[in-house]
């Protein structure tokens, strides 16, 4: 398996809703992380997790809520979002980073925020 | 991580080779160049990554000059399915390090 699965592929949240957000790779990956796309920008990284550990925290705000539960898993718990937080969200995946691989991206969550 | 800089945009036709470059100036030793693309409402896809030799996979050639301050990215025979955003970017490898990316090259493949 080579992929990482994110589900759900869309989602559309009130601004009081409580969501979450999953990613599940399972190609032995110990790096893990969170980016955020607006429309026609690069990706932004927001989080990163190393052997199930948060190890950067992009100065998210505290409405997003990142956790690790395994070595597999990936969520991203949402709350009281705003509409401008709409956006493509990605998780990516990669080696240890002790060796240059490249990093495994899964299709991402468009979520809208309403 | 050393910053890069991309042309905004470049168009090519079908069938030709497409020639990317990038600058990367302020590159350190121990920092691998990385490129990546992303079609449209997808994630972003690894193409390839050197240190200083030029490298060479079923996607891609990257070539990275002598001095290691820029590099091009080589897509021998365009296709339309090419048509993409290219990200050049470079990284130190660290357990966790992040991936920043830039603003990249949008590339049109036409026929």
């Known amino acids: 398996d080579t992929e990482v699965t994110q589900t759900p592929k869309h989602l559309v949240m009130g601004m009081t809703n409580k969501k979450s957000l999953k990613c599940e790779q399972h190609?032995?990956?110990?790096?893990m992380y969170w980016y955020k796309q607006k429309a026609k920008k690069p990706p932004e990284l927001m989080f990163v997790y190393s052997y199930e550990k948060l190890s950067i925290n992009e100065s998210v705000p505290s409405r997003f809520s990142p956790e690790c539960p395994n070595s597999s898993l990936l969520n991203l718990h949402l709350h009281a979002l705003q509409p401008e937080d709409s956006a493509l969200y990605l998780c990516?995946?990669?080696?240890?980073?002790?060796?240059?691989?490249?990093?495994?991206f899964g299709s991402g969550t468009r979520l809208t925020v309403v | 991580d050393a910053k890069t800089t991309q042309p905004p945009s470049m168009d090519c036709a079908e069938g030709r080779a497409a020639n990317l470059p990038c600058n990367h100036s302020?590159?350190?030793?121990?920092?691998?160049v990385y490129w990546y693309r992303q079609i449209h409402s997808q994630g972003p896809q690894y193409i390839i990554h050197g240190l200083k030799n030029n490298e060479t996979n079923e996607m891609a050639s990257l070539i990275i000059t002598e001095d290691r301050k820029s590099s091009t990215l080589i897509l021998p025979h365009a296709t339309l399915r090419d048509t993409a955003v290219y990200y050049c970017?470079?990284?130190?490898?660290?357990?966790?390090?992040?991936?920043?990316f830039g603003g990249g090259t949008r590339v049109l493949v036409k026929p």
């Open positions: 190609m032995g990956h110990r790096a």
């Open positions: 970017i470079v990284r130190v490898e660290a357990a966790g390090n992040k991936l920043t």
């Open positions: 302020t590159i350190s030793g121990n920092e691998y």
């Open positions: 990516a995946s990669s080696q240890d980073g002790t060796q240059p691989y490249g990093y495994t």
